[in-house]
């Protein structure tokens, strides 16, 4: 190719480089990228970039996702909302401030796209990852999501809607920093709180009537109540509690099968400790609950294969105060002085599978470790705690310490190992495998609600979405380049599990065979444009 066509000029195309064309820009941008000395510096000069040429963005985000998402996404985005007010360049999504309490619906009806807006991640900033409070520092989390809802489902980008409420914050330094971006002032009590989520989320339903809408890093106690008070009045779900108890569930069945064919423990006879009992460690659990009762355990059985622990150790039916969310899972079968050392805990239970969502970095410690794989030929370690400063054990630490007989997923990315002579490759239990599948699922099927069997059924898709080679290679999740295919099988029983619980309104998807739906979402999920030819100008 030659200079630049004549054809193509215009008065802007003049300031091109001649040989533009014959370069590609995109690896111009990787270069770029990978220029950039931390973390923080590359998610910001991918931020401009998507404000520059946003085309551009998603087509390096789609062609690069093993190194794009961990900027934009877990772990880098936790850096973003921790340094948000001081890094922040441009508007990009929508605050509403306590303040706006009476005129929520005038706020969202300045959001560009109105009744075009399909899917919402909102977030009110009071536990945002591992990392707590961060008040109006926390919308990155919600943009962040909405992108892998773009790249990994295919939702349009101008049909997403980041939404940042700005209640204040219980965090001091925020609280002084001259350059914080929020409302200074402390957290809202229950009931001020209440009204405020309330009157927004009736105006959401007015202003956007086709949204979904996704809660993420909500404080533990609000994530589950405003679960509940909304769930069967909206189309809302809680990422934290059933996107990572559903990605979870899925990581789960399929290393209990590979611990399975080691051990021969059947998976109703697993015994799954949980270490942290939050929002994500009781979503996880009850999740698997769930899934047991589906196999034919009871209620009681399905309970009794669950163990919790927090700071203070064995959570136990007889604790005084013990938070309203952990009472399910407490035991009423130890007897003897309170439980509180991890290693004596194990020693207790003797569980086949060891959950982290703690937030304590490294508190499975090689004593830890040892023990789980003394007890189990093949030890399930799902170490999930975000970001990977706050992960519960690194995952070399996992494979020199069980010589390779772990069956391991973290909640952040980690690299591949080689140890004696062989590459074990980690598995990312994250919820990024799942919401997207489910957000796409519940916009095509226009379904009312998000119903438990919408989540369970999510799950068992991602489980069953392994390739012949995936599971040769003893994964336990699915690769990442492949996530637009499983985000459409996600989506695809998503519906099909709306449609069961009569909920969907789109009656036109139960005349279709599951081949001609799965057809139907691919096509709907939305490309970039090649973006190679002549740059936004
Ligand atoms: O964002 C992530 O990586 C997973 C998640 O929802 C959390 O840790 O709160
Ligand atoms: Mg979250």
């Given at each position: 190719?030659?200079?630049?066509?004549?054809?193509?000029?215009?008065?802007?195309?003049?300031?091109?480089?001649?040989?533009?064309?014959?370069?590609?820009h995109?690896?111009?941008?990787?270069?770029?990228?990978?220029?950039?000395?931390?973390g923080?510096?590359?998610?910001?000069?991918?931020?401009?970039?998507?404000?520059r040429?946003?085309?551009l963005?998603?087509?390096?985000?789609?062609g690069n996702?093993?190194?794009?998402?961990?900027?934009?996404?877990?772990?880098?985005v936790?850096?973003a909302?921790?340094?948000y007010?001081?890094?922040?360049r441009?508007?990009?999504?929508?605050?509403?401030?306590?303040?706006?309490k009476?005129?929520i619906k005038?706020?969202?009806?300045?959001w560009?796209?109105?009744q075009?807006?399909?899917?919402?991640?909102?977030?009110?900033?009071s536990?945002?990852?591992?990392?707590?409070?961060?008040?109006?520092?926390?919308?990155?989390?919600?943009?962040?999501?909405?992108?892998?809802?773009i790249?990994?489902?295919?939702?349009?980008?101008?049909?997403?809607?980041?939404?940042?409420?700005?209640?204040?914050?219980?965090?001091?330094?925020?609280?002084?920093?001259?350059?914080?971006?929020?409302?200074?002032?402390?957290?809202?009590d229950?009931?001020?709180?209440?009204?405020?989520?309330?009157?927004?989320?009736?105006?959401?339903?007015?202003?956007?009537?086709?949204?979904?809408?996704?809660?993420?890093?909500?404080?533990?106690?609000?994530?589950?109540?405003?679960?509940?008070?909304f769930?069967?009045?909206?189309?809302?779900?809680?990422?934290?509690?059933?996107?990572?108890?559903?990605?979870?569930?899925?990581?789960?069945?399929?290393?209990?099968?590979?611990?399975?064919?080691?051990?021969?423990?059947?998976?109703?006879?697993?015994?799954?400790?949980?270490?942290?009992?939050?929002?994500?460690?009781?979503?996880?659990?009850?999740?698997?609950?769930?899934?047991?009762?589906?196999?034919?355990?009871?209620?009681?059985?399905?309970?009794?294969?669950?163990?919790?622990v927090?700071?203070?150790?064995?959570?136990?039916?007889?604790?005084?105060?013990?938070?309203?969310?952990?009472?399910?899972?407490?035991?009423?079968?130890?007897?003897?002085?309170?439980?509180?050392?991890?290693?004596d805990?194990?020693?207790?239970?003797?569980?086949?599978?060891?959950?982290?969502?703690s937030?304590?970095?490294?508190?499975?410690?090689?004593?830890?470790?040892?023990?789980?794989?003394?007890?189990?030929?093949?030890?399930?370690?799902?170490?999930?705690?975000?970001?990977?400063?706050?992960c519960?054990?690194?995952?070399?630490?996992?494979?020199?310490?069980?010589n390779?007989?772990?069956?391991?997923?973290?909640?952040?990315?980690?690299?591949?190992?080689?140890?004696?002579?062989?590459?074990?490759?980690?598995?990312?239990?994250?919820?990024?495998?799942?919401?997207?599948?489910?957000?796409?699922?519940?916009?095509l099927?226009?379904?009312?609600?998000?119903?438990?069997?919408?989540?369970?059924?999510?799950?068992?898709?991602?489980a069953?979405s392994?390739?012949?080679?995936?599971?040769?290679?003893?994964?336990?999740?699915?690769?990442?380049?492949?996530?637009?295919?499983?985000?459409?099988q996600?989506?695809?029983?998503?519906?099909?599990?709306?449609?069961?619980?009569?909920?969907?309104?789109?009656?036109?998807?139960?005349?279709?065979?599951?081949?001609?739906?799965?057809?139907?979402?691919?096509?709907?999920?939305?490309?970039?444009?090649?973006?190679?030819?002549?740059?936004?100008?």
């Open positions: 190719m030659s200079a630049f066509p004549l054809s193509a000029l215009s008065s802007a195309a003049a300031r091109i480089p001649p040989y533009f064309l014959n370069t590609d995109r690896q111009r941008v990787l270069s770029q990228l990978r220029g950039k000395h931390n923080l510096e590359k998610y910001i000069y991918l931020n401009g970039l998507k404000e040429d946003p085309n963005f998603y087509e390096v985000l789609l996702m093993l190194e794009v998402i961990p900027i934009l996404y877990t772990p880098t936790g850096d909302c921790s340094n007010s001081h890094i922040w441009r508007p990009e999504g929508l605050y509403i401030s306590i303040e706006q009476g005129n005038q706020v969202l009806r300045s560009p796209s109105g075009a807006a399909r899917i919402a991640v909102v977030t009110d900033g536990r945002i990852l591992g990392l707590g409070d961060l008040g109006a520092n926390g919308l990155p989390i919600a943009i962040g999501k909405l992108d892998l809802y790249g990994g489902a295919g939702i349009k980008p101008s049909t997403t809607v980041p939404i940042c409420l700005d209640l204040g914050t219980n965090t001091e330094k925020y609280l002084t920093d001259p350059l914080y971006l929020g409302v200074r002032r402390k957290r809202p229950t009931e001020e709180m209440d009204a405020f989520m309330n009157e927004f989320m009736e105006a959401m339903q007015e202003v956007f009537p086709h949204l979904v809408v996704q809660f993420e890093d909500f404080s533990t106690d609000n994530a589950f109540r405003y679960l509940e008070m769930r069967n009045k909206y189309r809302v779900f809680n990422d934290d509690i059933q996107g990572t108890g559903s990605v979870v569930l899925s990581g789960f069945l399929n290393a209990a099968r590979l611990a399975s064919s080691a051990s021969g423990t059947p998976l109703a006879d697993q015994r799954i400790l949980f270490f942290g009992a939050g929002s994500a460690g009781i979503g996880v659990a009850k999740q698997l609950t769930s899934f047991f009762t589906l196999q034919g355990l009871s209620e009681e059985e399905a309970r009794s294969r669950i163990y919790t927090d700071s203070k150790g064995l959570i136990t039916a007889d604790r005084k105060g013990l938070q309203e969310h952990k009472k399910y899972f407490a035991r009423t079968d130890y007897q003897g002085p309170p439980l509180t050392s991890l290693i805990i194990i020693e207790y239970v003797k569980p086949t599978a060891l959950l982290g969502l937030t304590i970095q490294n508190a499975f410690t090689e004593d830890v470790v040892r023990l789980m794989a003394r007890l189990n030929t093949r030890p399930i370690i799902f170490p999930l705690s975000n970001p990977v400063s706050l519960e054990l690194e995952y070399q630490d996992a494979i020199r310490w069980t390779g007989s772990v069956v391991f997923a973290s909640g952040s990315p980690y690299k591949p190992v080689e140890f004696e002579g062989n590459i074990y490759e980690p598995g990312q239990g994250n919820n990024m495998y799942i919401f997207p599948g489910i957000g796409m699922g519940a916009i099927s226009k379904s009312k609600h998000i119903t438990d069997s919408m989540v369970e059924q999510a799950a068992i898709a991602l069953g392994l390739t012949v080679e995936e599971t040769k290679a003893e994964l336990v999740y699915p690769r990442l380049t492949r996530i637009r295919d499983i985000s459409a996600i989506a695809l029983a998503v519906i099909r599990a709306a449609q069961k619980d009569n909920v969907d309104e789109n009656a036109l998807f139960r005349n279709l065979s599951d081949d001609a739906l799965l057809e139907y979402i691919k096509a709907k999920q939305w490309q970039p444009t090649n973006t190679n030819s002549i740059p936004r100008l």
